[in-house]
């Protein structure tokens, strides 16, 4: 069996149509289906390794080292599958692909085009999970009417023809906003995204309405009139304290059985409701803490949006509130502001800027025993802090700062120039860590070994362990016996900074234990 759900969005960007696709593939995975979900974003970089937090949000890292949209994080969570390369996919990577192919002479003398070429790999792409799982759902990115998504709304049209009706459903995801002066919610934005779609050839078979107010059955009935959509499969999707909670609004209003209707599948098990108690348990909190994230992008939340989840994840495993505060590191009242936290996390990051601010704040929460959790660059510049204040190596520093330091504790490692697949000279990708017993990282993970997922170019300068070990400052995990993964210091309530990126590996009712950890340490002093 393979049936697809293809996702769009029109009226704005942002209106969540990942999270609208990951909640239909939520309760149709209650139903006891295997679902996995796959992005298609119109934007020409071959990925989004390259793209600017703030434009774009975080990167996420697939277990198999693909840099991707953060949505792929949202799939992760709300699905609790792995997702791969076969996941993500942009314009950029599919053109690239395409012309690869043109230039090997593949398409004997042929002109390559938009129509049969790139839909042809775009199409290619759609069935790449076809045999790991029953239902893709295949968000496309971007707006209705965007130049750069035709392609990819043309692939739709065209894999609509060429396949049964009944393997294929349409969701279409749109505003409706309220006019304050009117007093009224207004259709018009969707009926216009709507026809744009049909004029493409897309008729969608459910609209998932976003709006701030309820939508009463007139309105149904004129979106349904106008959109030439059945009333019953025009869904209100009012916004939510939580996102976790947009499955069972969907399912209150049937759009799993109306799913599986169109799609002609039988439930594989009895429903599973457990999953909408286990959620809403995660929102009843006796106590909250304090978490100070001191990095470059203090405004925008999505810079750290998987950090931000597995705090949010791990404290309501504790009945615990996580009330995460963002500080700019280059703020000059930084440790002023740190003197209100319960826990300090310093994230990863690439470049220079803001990074005399981290090294503070790793000074602060050492000296000042607050718990501390320092994740890839915030690892490196506890590694930094410690062999200038602690080993007294002045002006020691990454080379990824200062090239030419006297005390190059963080570097490029030979074994690392020599990493040329996936991603240039960057660790990318799960690697495994041996954690010493008798260790933080030991007592929190209660495992010796660990799989985690990386995504940097430097690392601890294996010259500089044992000058530092004399100071209390000790690695308690190697990569291989050589590349140092996690360190610790001795005589700290909590403080550990690892080279690995622990937060792409959260999901609800499934915390990470560092960053549980972190919250129990941030409990204890509050
Ligand atoms: N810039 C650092 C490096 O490349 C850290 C990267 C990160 O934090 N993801 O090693």
Same mark, same amino acid.
Request: hydrophobic content about 35%; proline content about 4%.
């Given at each position: 069996m393979a049936k697809y759900v293809f996702i769009t969005g029109g009226v704005v960007s942002s209106l969540g149509k990942g999270i609208s696709g990951a909640s239909v593939g939520k309760l149709l995975q209650l139903h006891g289906f295997k679902v996995n979900m796959i992005k298609f974003d119109p934007y020409i970089n071959v990925d989004p390794g390259t793209m600017n937090p703030y434009q774009h949000g975080e990167v996420f890292v697939t277990v198999d080292g693909t840099e991707s949209d953060l949505d792929l994080g949202t799939y992760e969570r709300f699905l609790d599958v792995y997702t791969s390369k076969a996941n993500t996919n942009t314009a950029g990577d599919i053109y690239q692909t395409v012309i690869n192919r043109e230039r090997m002479g593949v398409y004997d003398g042929a002109t390559v085009q938009v129509i049969p070429h790139i839909t042809d790999e775009i199409k290619r792409r759609f069935i790449a999970l076809k045999n790991d799982c029953d239902i893709s759902i295949i968000e496309i990115g971007g707006t209705v009417g965007d130049i750069e998504g035709l392609? !990819?709304?043309e692939s739709v049209r065209q894999f609509q023809l060429e396949n049964n009706k009944e393997d294929i459903l349409s969701i279409h995801v749109t505003l409706v906003p309220y006019i304050t002066a009117a007093r009224e919610l207004k259709t018009k934005p969707t009926q216009h995204s709507v026809n744009k779609l049909r004029e493409i050839g897309i008729s969608p078979d459910m609209i998932i309405c976003r709006t701030e107010y309820q939508l009463d059955d007139s309105l149904k009935k004129k979106i349904s009139l106008f959109c030439n959509v059945k009333e019953d499969c025009v869904i209100e999707a009012l916004d939510a304290s939580s996102i976790y909670y947009i499955p069972e609004a969907l399912y209150k209003q049937n759009v799993d059985s109306l799913v599986m209707e169109k799609l002609k599948i039988k439930p594989k098990r009895k429903f599973d409701k457990t999953w909408f108690k286990k959620i809403k348990s995660m929102s009843k +909190?006796?106590?909250? &803490?304090?978490?100070?994230?001191? %990095?470059?992008?203090?405004?925008?939340?999505?810079? #750290?949006?998987? *950090?931000?989840e597995s705090l949010n994840i791990a404290a309501a495993e504790l009945k615990t509130k996580a009330e995460?505060?963002?500080?700019?590191? /280059?703020d000059k009242d930084l440790i002023g502001k740190l003197k209100h936290y319960n826990a300090i996390l310093v994230p990863g990051g690439f470049g220079h800027r803001g990074i005399n601010g981290k090294i503070k704040a790793v000074t602060y929460a050492r000296e000042n025993k607050i718990p501390f959790l320092g994740i890839c660059l915030g690892m490196q510049c506890s590694v930094i802090e410690a062999s200038r204040n602690l080993a007294n190596l002045e002006g020691a520093n990454s080379t990824e700062f200062d090239k030419n330091t006297k005390y190059p504790v963080i570097k490029i490692l030979d074994e690392q120039k020599?990493?040329?697949? @996936? %991603?240039?000279?960057?660790? $990318? %990708?799960n690697y495994k860590?041996?954690?010493?017993?008798?260790?933080?990282?030991?007592? $929190? #993970?209660? *495992?010796?070994?660990?799989d985690e997922r990386h995504r940097? @170019? #430097?690392e601890m300068n294996p010259e500089f362990i044992e000058i530092l070990e004399k100071t209390g400052f000790f690695v308690s995990a190697y990569h291989k =016996? *050589?590349?140092?993964?996690? &360190? /610790?210091?001795?005589?700290?309530? +909590? !403080?550990? =900074? &690892?080279? +690995?990126?622990p937060e792409f590996d959260s999901r609800p009712m499934k915390a990470h234990p560092l960053f549980k950890g972190l919250i129990n340490a941030a409990l204890k002093i509050i």
């Amino acid at each position: 069996m393979a049936k697809y759900v293809f996702i769009t969005g029109g009226v704005v960007s942002s209106l969540g149509k990942g999270i609208s696709g990951a909640s239909v593939g939520k309760l149709l995975q209650l139903h006891g289906f295997k679902v996995n979900m796959i992005k298609f974003d119109p934007y020409i970089n071959v990925d989004p390794g390259t793209m600017n937090p703030y434009q774009h949000g975080e990167v996420f890292v697939t277990v198999d080292g693909t840099e991707s949209d953060l949505d792929l994080g949202t799939y992760e969570r709300f699905l609790d599958v792995y997702t791969s390369k076969a996941n993500t996919n942009t314009a950029g990577d599919i053109y690239q692909t395409v012309i690869n192919r043109e230039r090997m002479g593949v398409y004997d003398g042929a002109t390559v085009q938009v129509i049969p070429h790139i839909t042809d790999e775009i199409k290619r792409r759609f069935i790449a999970l076809k045999n790991d799982c029953d239902i893709s759902i295949i968000e496309i990115g971007g707006t209705v009417g965007d130049i750069e998504g035709l392609p !990819f709304m043309e692939s739709v049209r065209q894999f609509q023809l060429e396949n049964n009706k009944e393997d294929i459903l349409s969701i279409h995801v749109t505003l409706v906003p309220y006019i304050t002066a009117a007093r009224e919610l207004k259709t018009k934005p969707t009926q216009h995204s709507v026809n744009k779609l049909r004029e493409i050839g897309i008729s969608p078979d459910m609209i998932i309405c976003r709006t701030e107010y309820q939508l009463d059955d007139s309105l149904k009935k004129k979106i349904s009139l106008f959109c030439n959509v059945k009333e019953d499969c025009v869904i209100e999707a009012l916004d939510a304290s939580s996102i976790y909670y947009i499955p069972e609004a969907l399912y209150k209003q049937n759009v799993d059985s109306l799913v599986m209707e169109k799609l002609k599948i039988k439930p594989k098990r009895k429903f599973d409701k457990t999953w909408f108690k286990k959620i809403k348990s995660m929102s009843k +909190f006796d106590k909250t &803490v304090k978490i100070a994230i001191v %990095g470059k992008y203090a405004d925008l939340k999505d810079a #750290y949006k998987s *950090i931000d989840e597995s705090l949010n994840i791990a404290a309501a495993e504790l009945k615990t509130k996580a009330e995460v505060h963002y500080l700019g590191s /280059e703020d000059k009242d930084l440790i002023g502001k740190l003197k209100h936290y319960n826990a300090i996390l310093v994230p990863g990051g690439f470049g220079h800027r803001g990074i005399n601010g981290k090294i503070k704040a790793v000074t602060y929460a050492r000296e000042n025993k607050i718990p501390f959790l320092g994740i890839c660059l915030g690892m490196q510049c506890s590694v930094i802090e410690a062999s200038r204040n602690l080993a007294n190596l002045e002006g020691a520093n990454s080379t990824e700062f200062d090239k030419n330091t006297k005390y190059p504790v963080i570097k490029i490692l030979d074994e690392q120039k020599n990493i040329k697949y @996936r %991603g240039g000279t960057m660790r $990318l %990708g799960n690697y495994k860590a041996e954690i010493k017993k008798s260790t933080l990282a030991h007592n $929190l #993970y209660k *495992i010796e070994e660990v799989d985690e997922r990386h995504r940097h @170019r #430097y690392e601890m300068n294996p010259e500089f362990i044992e000058i530092l070990e004399k100071t209390g400052f000790f690695v308690s995990a190697y990569h291989k =016996g *050589i590349l140092p993964e996690i &360190v /610790e210091i001795k005589n700290h309530p +909590f !403080f550990i =900074g &690892v080279q +690995f990126h622990p937060e792409f590996d959260s999901r609800p009712m499934k915390a990470h234990p560092l960053f549980k950890g972190l919250i129990n340490a941030a409990l204890k002093i509050i």
